[in-house]
T-cell receptor
Framework: DGGITQSPKYLFRKEGQNVTLSCEQN?????MYWYRQDPGQGLRLIYY???????QKGDIAEGYSVSREKKESFPLTVTSAQKNPTAFYLC????????????FGPGTRLTVT | RKEVEQDPGPFNVPEGATVAFNCTYS??????FFWYRQDCRKEPKLLMS???SGNEDGRFTAQLNRASQYISLLIRDSKLSDSATYLC???????????FGTGTSLTVIP
């Protein structure tokens, strides 16, 4: 089955630690995205990548970093510089050459204490 | 001004009712439009794309009005399972960025 996987589903970290969230897709999509969702709020774009080895900052990139070394993978690192890292993190991908529809992974719920 | 604006609701409707959600977008260059459904503590899932001519999928009808820059979603014969948050999404194509509304909450009551 084609789709997007994110791991882990729940993640707990102590303040001051960096943490990397995994996102893998086998949909052969060029574009991948990371969003953050806080309770009762909409999705906010952190980073996006239209092609391998290239990525752009979204609206709230401060305190985050990404890499795009493979088409299938777009990991997100939440650094200790991120002031309020506790949130629901969603990875998505889209096929810009066909439908532009965006598909989401199941999300990672990060709690930092 | 937000790129996409939605009435957050909540909408509480009885089973069998018809309910409509509207969404406005600010950038006239927007080219692709979608409705997503998000259940509590889950990821958004594509409900339907919205085409210029309007489109229907079972009990769901989506409309696009480019002149007024709004998108609508009509749900007929509401089911308990329709309870969720509905997100309006717009894609600019150039830059391939997606802009999300904050969502409209729907609860269907028995």
């Amino acid at each position: 089955d084609g789709g997007i996987t994110q791991s882990p589903k729940y993640l707990f970290r102590k303040e001051g630690q960096n943490v990397t969230l995994s996102c893998e897709q086998n949909l052969n999509h060029d574009a991948m995205y990371w969003y953050r969702q806080d309770p009762g709020q909409g999705l906010r774009l952190i980073y996006y990548s239209q092609i391998v080895n290239d990525f752009q900052k979204g609206d709230i990139a401060e305190g985050y970093s990404v890499s795009r070394e493979k088409k299938e993978s777009f990991p997100l690192t939440v650094t200790s510089a991120q002031k309020n890292p506790t949130a629901f993190y969603l990875c998505a991908s889209s096929d810009r050459d066909y439908s532009y529809e965006q598909y989401f992974g199941p999300g990672t719920r990060l709690t930092v204490t | 001004r937000k790129e996409v604006e939605q009435d957050p609701g909540p909408f509480n409707v009885p089973e069998g009712a018809t309910v409509a959600f509207n969404c406005t977008y600010s950038n006239s260059a927007s080219q692709s439009f979608f409705w997503y459904r998000q259940d509590c503590r889950k990821e958004p899932k594509l409900l339907m794309s919205v085409y210029s001519s309007g489109n229907e999928d079972g009990r769901f009808t989506a409309q696009l009005n480019r002149a007024s820059q709004y998108i609508s979603l009509l749900i007929r014969d509401s089911k308990l399972s329709d309870s969720a948050t509905y997100l309006c999404v717009v894609n600019m194509v150039i830059g391939n960025q997606f802009y999300f509304g904050t969502g409209t909450s729907l609860t269907v009551i028995p």
